[in-house]
Protein backbone atom coordinates (compact mmCIF):
# COMPACT_ATOMS: atom_id res chain seq x y z
CA UNK A 1 0.00 0.00 0.00
CA UNK A 2 1.05 3.52 -0.66
CA UNK A 3 -0.38 6.90 -0.28
CA UNK A 4 -1.23 8.68 -3.47
CA UNK A 5 -2.09 12.52 -3.71
CA UNK A 6 -5.21 12.86 -5.95
CA UNK A 7 -6.90 15.81 -8.05
CA UNK A 8 -10.75 14.51 -8.47
CA UNK A 9 -13.84 16.60 -9.54
CA UNK A 10 -17.28 15.40 -8.17
CA UNK A 11 -20.53 15.65 -10.11
CA UNK A 12 -20.77 19.01 -10.08
CA UNK A 13 -17.73 19.67 -11.04
CA UNK A 14 -16.16 21.09 -8.38
CA UNK A 15 -12.19 20.38 -7.54
CA UNK A 16 -11.40 18.17 -4.50
CA UNK A 17 -7.84 17.40 -3.41
CA UNK A 18 -6.58 14.81 -0.76
CA UNK A 19 -4.89 11.96 -0.20
CA UNK A 20 -6.06 7.99 -0.99
CA UNK A 21 -4.25 4.58 -0.25
CA UNK A 22 -3.83 2.14 -2.81
CA UNK A 23 -1.60 -0.49 -4.11
CA UNK A 24 -0.77 1.42 -7.49
CA UNK A 25 -1.89 4.49 -9.26
CA UNK A 26 -4.65 2.65 -11.41
CA UNK A 27 -6.28 1.70 -8.34
CA UNK A 28 -6.36 4.56 -6.35
CA UNK A 29 -8.10 5.62 -9.51
CA UNK A 30 -10.48 2.90 -9.21
CA UNK A 31 -11.30 3.86 -6.12
CA UNK A 32 -11.97 7.51 -6.50
CA UNK A 33 -14.58 6.67 -9.48
CA UNK A 34 -16.36 4.39 -6.98
CA UNK A 35 -16.69 7.34 -4.70
CA UNK A 36 -18.47 8.94 -7.33
CA UNK A 37 -15.29 11.16 -8.03
CA UNK A 38 -13.63 11.72 -11.63
CA UNK A 39 -10.30 11.69 -10.94
CA UNK A 40 -7.60 14.58 -12.79
CA UNK A 41 -4.56 13.58 -11.15
CA UNK A 42 -2.78 11.06 -9.28
CA UNK A 43 0.61 10.82 -8.38
CA UNK A 44 2.69 9.47 -4.91
CA UNK A 45 2.58 11.54 -2.36
CA UNK A 46 6.11 11.76 -2.27
CA UNK A 47 6.81 12.94 -5.64
CA UNK A 48 4.13 15.18 -5.87
CA UNK A 49 5.64 17.28 -2.82
CA UNK A 50 8.79 17.74 -4.29
CA UNK A 51 9.99 17.72 -7.80
CA UNK A 52 13.74 18.07 -7.90
CA UNK A 53 14.25 20.71 -5.06
CA UNK A 54 11.11 22.56 -6.33
CA UNK A 55 8.16 22.52 -4.19
CA UNK A 56 4.87 22.40 -4.78
CA UNK A 57 2.22 24.92 -3.60
CA UNK A 58 -0.45 22.34 -3.74
CA UNK A 59 1.70 20.90 -0.13
CA UNK A 60 3.11 24.08 1.03
CA UNK A 61 5.66 22.71 3.91
CA UNK A 62 6.76 18.97 3.69
CA UNK A 63 6.82 18.86 7.55
CA UNK A 64 4.77 18.87 10.56
CA UNK A 65 4.04 21.77 12.93
CA UNK A 66 4.71 21.38 16.17
CA UNK A 67 0.87 21.46 17.12
CA UNK A 68 0.16 18.70 14.32
CA UNK A 69 2.59 16.35 15.74
CA UNK A 70 1.56 17.06 19.49
CA UNK A 71 -1.84 16.20 17.78
CA UNK A 72 -1.23 13.29 15.82
CA UNK A 73 0.73 11.43 18.30
CA UNK A 74 -1.93 12.16 21.11
CA UNK A 75 -4.83 10.28 18.32
CA UNK A 76 -2.27 7.74 18.09
CA UNK A 77 -1.68 6.78 21.48
CA UNK A 78 -5.96 7.00 22.65
CA UNK A 79 -6.20 4.61 19.60
CA UNK A 80 -3.32 2.29 20.44
CA UNK A 81 -4.62 2.61 23.96
CA UNK A 82 -7.86 1.18 22.48
CA UNK A 83 -6.43 -1.88 21.51
CA UNK A 84 -6.54 -0.67 17.56
CA UNK A 85 -3.30 -1.81 15.92
CA UNK A 86 -0.72 0.57 15.32
CA UNK A 87 -1.39 0.81 11.20
CA UNK A 88 -5.20 1.01 11.39
CA UNK A 89 -4.33 4.01 14.36
CA UNK A 90 -2.02 6.07 11.48
CA UNK A 91 -4.88 5.45 8.73
CA UNK A 92 -7.84 6.85 11.03
CA UNK A 93 -5.43 9.55 12.31
CA UNK A 94 -4.79 10.50 8.59
CA UNK A 95 -8.23 10.32 7.49
CA UNK A 96 -9.08 12.77 10.77
CA UNK A 97 -6.24 15.41 10.07
CA UNK A 98 -7.24 18.66 7.85
CA UNK A 99 -3.95 19.07 6.56
CA UNK A 100 -2.91 17.63 3.59
CA UNK A 101 0.63 16.80 4.45
CA UNK A 102 0.14 15.48 7.96
CA UNK A 103 -2.49 12.96 6.22
CA UNK A 104 0.44 11.77 3.87
CA UNK A 105 3.14 11.80 6.15
CA UNK A 106 0.84 9.52 8.19
CA UNK A 107 -0.11 7.18 5.32
CA UNK A 108 3.70 6.24 4.31
CA UNK A 109 4.78 5.62 7.41
CA UNK A 110 1.80 2.98 7.53
CA UNK A 111 2.80 1.93 3.90
CA UNK A 112 6.55 1.47 5.85
CA UNK A 113 4.81 -0.77 8.35
CA UNK A 114 2.55 -2.65 6.21
CA UNK A 115 6.04 -3.39 4.16
CA UNK A 116 7.16 -5.90 6.82
CA UNK A 117 8.77 -2.20 8.82
CA UNK A 118 8.54 -1.80 12.55
CA UNK A 119 7.27 1.43 13.89
CA UNK A 120 10.06 3.05 15.09
CA UNK A 121 11.55 2.28 11.38
CA UNK A 122 8.59 3.52 9.74
CA UNK A 123 8.57 6.92 11.63
CA UNK A 124 12.57 6.66 10.36
CA UNK A 125 11.16 8.02 6.75
CA UNK A 126 10.58 11.06 7.85
CA UNK A 127 13.59 12.01 10.47
CA UNK A 128 12.89 15.93 9.87
CA UNK A 129 9.40 14.96 11.33
CA UNK A 130 9.72 12.39 14.07
CA UNK A 131 13.08 13.50 16.00
CA UNK A 132 15.76 10.89 17.19
CA UNK A 133 14.28 11.06 20.66
CA UNK A 134 10.82 10.18 19.43
CA UNK A 135 12.10 7.10 17.18
CA UNK A 136 13.97 5.74 20.14
CA UNK A 137 11.18 5.52 22.43
CA UNK A 138 9.03 4.22 20.16
CA UNK A 139 11.76 1.67 19.37
CA UNK A 140 11.74 1.20 23.17
CA UNK A 141 8.01 0.31 23.52
CA UNK A 142 7.93 -1.94 21.28
CA UNK A 143 10.73 -4.00 22.63
CA UNK A 144 9.16 -3.73 25.69
CA UNK A 145 5.62 -4.75 24.82
CA UNK A 146 4.77 -1.18 26.51
CA UNK A 147 4.57 0.71 23.09
CA UNK A 148 0.82 2.44 24.36
CA UNK A 149 2.27 3.95 28.25
CA UNK A 150 5.41 5.28 25.88
CA UNK A 151 3.36 6.89 23.40
CA UNK A 152 1.03 8.35 26.07
CA UNK A 153 4.50 9.54 27.50
CA UNK A 154 5.64 11.02 23.88
CA UNK A 155 2.13 12.89 23.57
CA UNK A 156 2.39 14.38 27.29
CA UNK A 157 5.92 15.50 26.27
CA UNK A 158 5.24 17.10 22.79
CA UNK A 159 1.95 18.73 23.99
CA UNK A 160 4.13 20.26 26.53
CA UNK A 161 6.67 21.28 25.01
CA UNK A 162 4.73 22.78 21.97
CA UNK A 163 2.23 25.04 24.90
CA UNK A 164 6.08 26.18 25.87
CA UNK A 165 6.98 27.28 22.64
CA UNK A 166 4.14 29.00 21.85
CA UNK A 167 3.70 30.51 25.41
CA UNK A 168 7.44 32.09 24.58
CA UNK A 169 6.47 33.47 21.19
CA UNK A 170 3.67 34.93 22.62
CA UNK A 171 5.53 36.33 25.34
CA UNK A 172 8.00 38.21 22.85
CA UNK A 173 5.34 39.01 20.04
CA UNK A 174 4.53 42.12 22.07
CA UNK A 175 7.94 43.83 22.48
CA UNK A 176 8.93 42.99 19.59
CA UNK A 177 5.69 44.18 17.57
CA UNK A 178 5.63 47.86 19.84
CA UNK A 179 9.97 48.04 18.62
CA UNK A 180 9.47 47.63 14.97
CA UNK A 181 5.99 49.72 14.83
CA UNK A 182 7.29 52.61 16.65
CA UNK A 183 10.96 52.93 15.34
CA UNK A 184 8.76 52.76 12.22
CA UNK A 185 7.00 55.95 13.02
CA UNK A 186 10.18 57.78 14.36
CA UNK A 187 11.72 56.77 11.23
CA UNK A 188 8.86 58.11 8.96
CA UNK A 189 8.33 61.72 11.43
CA UNK A 190 12.32 62.25 11.00
CA UNK A 191 12.21 61.72 6.98
CA UNK A 192 8.66 62.92 5.88
CA UNK A 193 7.27 65.46 8.62
CA UNK A 194 10.23 67.60 10.25
CA UNK A 195 12.01 68.58 7.04
CA UNK A 196 8.49 70.80 6.04
CA UNK A 197 8.07 71.51 9.98
CA UNK A 198 11.88 73.22 10.05
CA UNK A 199 11.56 74.99 6.55
CA UNK A 200 9.45 77.27 8.39
CA UNK A 201 12.30 78.17 11.08
CA UNK A 202 15.21 78.60 8.73
CA UNK A 203 13.00 80.87 6.57
CA UNK A 204 12.98 83.30 9.70
CA UNK A 205 16.88 83.19 9.88
CA UNK A 206 16.77 82.72 13.82
CA UNK A 207 19.58 81.15 15.55
CA UNK A 208 18.29 77.45 16.19
CA UNK A 209 18.49 75.54 19.54
CA UNK A 210 21.17 72.50 19.63
CA UNK A 211 18.56 70.16 20.13
CA UNK A 212 16.78 71.32 17.03
CA UNK A 213 19.93 71.66 14.88
CA UNK A 214 20.99 67.64 16.02
CA UNK A 215 17.12 67.00 14.69
CA UNK A 216 18.03 68.36 11.41
CA UNK A 217 20.82 67.07 11.12
CA UNK A 218 19.67 63.39 11.60
CA UNK A 219 16.40 64.37 9.72
CA UNK A 220 18.94 65.48 6.55
CA UNK A 221 21.18 62.01 6.89
CA UNK A 222 18.69 59.58 6.75
CA UNK A 223 16.87 61.68 3.17
CA UNK A 224 20.29 61.41 1.69
CA UNK A 225 21.79 58.33 3.58
CA UNK A 226 18.70 56.48 4.74
CA UNK A 227 18.50 54.04 1.12
CA UNK A 228 22.31 53.10 1.58
CA UNK A 229 22.13 52.55 5.47
CA UNK A 230 18.88 49.88 4.59
CA UNK A 231 20.67 47.91 1.45
CA UNK A 232 23.99 47.74 4.04
CA UNK A 233 21.59 46.42 6.37
CA UNK A 234 20.40 44.01 4.38
CA UNK A 235 23.76 43.25 2.61
CA UNK A 236 25.54 42.76 6.28
CA UNK A 237 21.85 40.34 7.22
CA UNK A 238 22.60 38.15 4.21
CA UNK A 239 26.25 37.96 4.50
CA UNK A 240 25.54 37.18 8.47
CA UNK A 241 22.94 34.25 7.46
CA UNK A 242 25.53 32.73 5.07
CA UNK A 243 28.46 33.13 7.95
CA UNK A 244 26.40 31.31 10.40
CA UNK A 245 25.31 28.90 8.30
CA UNK A 246 29.25 27.02 8.64
CA UNK A 247 28.56 24.83 11.55
CA UNK A 248 31.67 26.13 13.28
CA UNK A 249 30.46 29.60 13.35
CA UNK A 250 27.28 28.87 14.55
CA UNK A 251 28.63 27.03 17.31
CA UNK A 252 30.40 29.74 18.08
CA UNK A 253 27.35 31.98 18.55
CA UNK A 254 25.37 29.19 20.00
CA UNK A 255 28.52 29.40 23.01
CA UNK A 256 28.05 32.88 23.26
CA UNK A 257 24.72 32.68 24.34
CA UNK A 258 25.13 30.02 26.64
CA UNK A 259 27.99 32.23 28.17
CA UNK A 260 26.93 35.79 28.07
CA UNK A 261 24.98 38.20 29.55
CA UNK A 262 22.15 38.64 29.21
CA UNK A 263 21.35 35.54 27.47
CA UNK A 264 23.37 33.25 29.26
CA UNK A 265 20.26 32.43 31.94
CA UNK A 266 17.24 32.23 29.44
CA UNK A 267 19.43 30.19 27.17
CA UNK A 268 21.13 27.31 29.81
CA UNK A 269 17.18 27.35 31.20
CA UNK A 270 15.30 26.61 27.89
CA UNK A 271 18.29 24.34 26.62
CA UNK A 272 18.67 22.21 30.01
CA UNK A 273 14.60 22.14 30.18
CA UNK A 274 14.18 19.97 26.62
CA UNK A 275 17.12 18.13 26.96
CA UNK A 276 15.52 17.04 30.62
CA UNK A 277 12.21 16.33 29.11
CA UNK A 278 13.34 14.59 26.29
CA UNK A 279 15.97 12.59 28.78
CA UNK A 280 12.78 11.50 31.00
CA UNK A 281 10.98 10.64 28.20
CA UNK A 282 13.38 8.04 26.80
CA UNK A 283 14.14 6.62 30.29
CA UNK A 284 10.66 6.40 31.32
CA UNK A 285 10.20 4.26 28.20
CA UNK A 286 13.10 1.80 28.75
CA UNK A 287 15.95 3.41 26.85
CA UNK A 288 19.15 2.40 27.55
CA UNK A 289 20.85 5.33 28.87
CA UNK A 290 23.96 5.93 27.19
CA UNK A 291 20.93 5.52 24.06
CA UNK A 292 18.96 7.91 25.39
CA UNK A 293 21.47 10.71 26.04
CA UNK A 294 22.64 10.59 22.69
CA UNK A 295 18.70 11.14 21.51
CA UNK A 296 18.28 13.50 23.90
CA UNK A 297 21.24 15.46 22.72
CA UNK A 298 20.25 15.51 18.98
CA UNK A 299 17.27 17.60 19.61
CA UNK A 300 18.69 20.07 22.11
CA UNK A 301 18.07 23.30 20.13
CA UNK A 302 21.77 25.31 21.16
CA UNK A 303 24.78 23.72 19.78
CA UNK A 304 26.71 24.20 22.69
CA UNK A 305 24.69 22.39 24.81
CA UNK A 306 24.19 19.96 22.23
CA UNK A 307 27.98 19.28 22.19
CA UNK A 308 28.52 19.63 25.70
CA UNK A 309 25.39 16.89 26.00
CA UNK A 310 27.35 14.44 24.20
CA UNK A 311 30.25 15.48 25.76
CA UNK A 312 28.15 13.93 29.00
CA UNK A 313 26.99 10.46 27.16
CA UNK A 314 30.71 9.42 26.05
CA UNK A 315 31.47 10.18 29.69
CA UNK A 316 28.71 8.27 31.04
CA UNK A 317 29.34 5.64 28.16
CA UNK A 318 33.47 5.55 30.34
CA UNK A 319 31.40 4.65 33.29
CA UNK A 320 31.13 7.77 35.23
CA UNK A 321 27.55 8.59 36.53
CA UNK A 322 25.24 10.77 35.09
CA UNK A 323 25.34 14.01 37.59
CA UNK A 324 29.37 13.80 37.49
CA UNK A 325 29.31 13.96 33.75
CA UNK A 326 26.61 17.20 33.65
CA UNK A 327 28.39 18.75 36.21
CA UNK A 328 31.65 18.27 34.13
CA UNK A 329 29.65 19.92 31.32
CA UNK A 330 29.54 22.89 32.58
CA UNK A 331 25.89 23.79 31.00
CA UNK A 332 23.24 22.26 33.05
CA UNK A 333 21.57 24.38 35.97
CA UNK A 334 22.55 23.00 39.44
CA UNK A 335 19.08 22.51 40.18
CA UNK A 336 19.16 19.32 37.51
CA UNK A 337 22.08 17.94 38.57
CA UNK A 338 20.91 17.81 42.09
CA UNK A 339 17.78 16.13 40.76
CA UNK A 340 19.72 13.71 38.89
CA UNK A 341 21.95 12.71 41.49
CA UNK A 342 18.88 11.91 43.95
CA UNK A 343 17.40 10.20 41.05
CA UNK A 344 20.06 7.92 40.87
CA UNK A 345 20.64 6.98 44.17
CA UNK A 346 17.07 6.03 44.21
CA UNK A 347 17.09 4.42 41.01
CA UNK A 348 14.15 6.34 39.79
CA UNK A 349 16.03 8.39 37.48
CA UNK A 350 13.00 8.67 34.92
CA UNK A 351 10.67 10.18 37.37
CA UNK A 352 13.62 12.29 38.90
CA UNK A 353 14.61 13.84 35.07
CA UNK A 354 10.75 14.23 34.84
CA UNK A 355 10.47 16.53 38.03
CA UNK A 356 13.66 18.01 37.11
CA UNK A 357 11.81 19.31 33.65
CA UNK A 358 8.55 20.14 35.06
CA UNK A 359 10.71 22.60 37.55
CA UNK A 360 13.27 23.70 34.46
CA UNK A 361 9.97 24.97 32.95
CA UNK A 362 8.43 27.00 35.76
CA UNK A 363 11.68 28.35 36.16
CA UNK A 364 11.94 28.99 32.25
CA UNK A 365 7.77 30.67 32.81
CA UNK A 366 9.29 33.16 35.40
CA UNK A 367 12.10 34.20 33.88
CA UNK A 368 10.21 34.77 30.65
CA UNK A 369 7.55 36.90 32.65
CA UNK A 370 10.43 39.05 34.05
CA UNK A 371 11.91 39.48 30.55
CA UNK A 372 8.39 40.33 29.05
CA UNK A 373 8.05 42.10 32.51
CA UNK A 374 10.95 44.61 31.86
CA UNK A 375 11.42 44.47 27.65
CA UNK A 376 7.92 46.70 27.75
CA UNK A 377 8.27 49.17 29.83
CA UNK A 378 11.89 49.85 28.29
CA UNK A 379 10.72 49.94 25.16
CA UNK A 380 8.02 52.24 25.55
CA UNK A 381 10.60 54.87 27.70
CA UNK A 382 13.45 54.19 24.50
CA UNK A 383 10.45 55.27 22.10
CA UNK A 384 8.80 57.42 24.07
CA UNK A 385 12.26 59.23 25.18
CA UNK A 386 13.23 59.63 21.56
CA UNK A 387 9.76 61.24 20.63
CA UNK A 388 9.52 63.63 23.56
CA UNK A 389 13.14 64.85 22.50
CA UNK A 390 11.34 65.56 18.47
CA UNK A 391 8.42 67.43 20.31
CA UNK A 392 10.95 69.45 22.17
CA UNK A 393 13.28 70.39 19.07
CA UNK A 394 9.97 71.67 17.83
CA UNK A 395 8.22 73.23 20.34
CA UNK A 396 11.70 75.13 21.34
CA UNK A 397 12.37 77.56 18.56
CA UNK A 398 8.60 77.80 18.40
CA UNK A 399 8.99 79.32 21.75
CA UNK A 400 11.76 81.60 21.10
CA UNK A 401 9.65 83.28 17.96
CA UNK A 402 6.95 84.04 20.46
CA UNK A 403 9.48 85.56 23.01
CA UNK A 404 10.74 87.84 20.31
CA UNK A 405 7.32 88.60 18.76
CA UNK A 406 6.78 89.46 22.85
CA UNK A 407 9.83 92.04 22.93
Known amino acids: MAAFAYTAADKSGASKKGVIEATSPAAARAMLREQGLLPLAVDA ?86 PEFYRASVAAGEASGKLTQVLEHLAHFVENRQANNQKLQLALLYPGLLATVSLGVIVLLLVYVIPDIVKVFVSRGTDLP ?38 ANRLKVHRAFTERWPFRRFSRQHNAARFAGS ?79 DELDRELDAVTSTMVALVEPMVLLFMGGIVLMMVLAILLPIINLNDLVTL
Request: hydrophobic letters at 55%.
Open 45 to 130: ASERRSIGSIKLPAFGRSGMSARELATATRQIATLVGSDIPVEEALRLSASQSEAQRVSTILLEVRAAILDGRSFANALGTHPKVF
Open 210 to 247: LLTRVLIAISAFLQDWGIYILIAALIGFVVYGRWVANP
Open 279 to 357: LATLVSSAVPLVEALYAAAAVTPNRWVRERALHVAARVREGISLRAAMTEAGVFPLMLTAIVASGEASGQLGLALSRAA
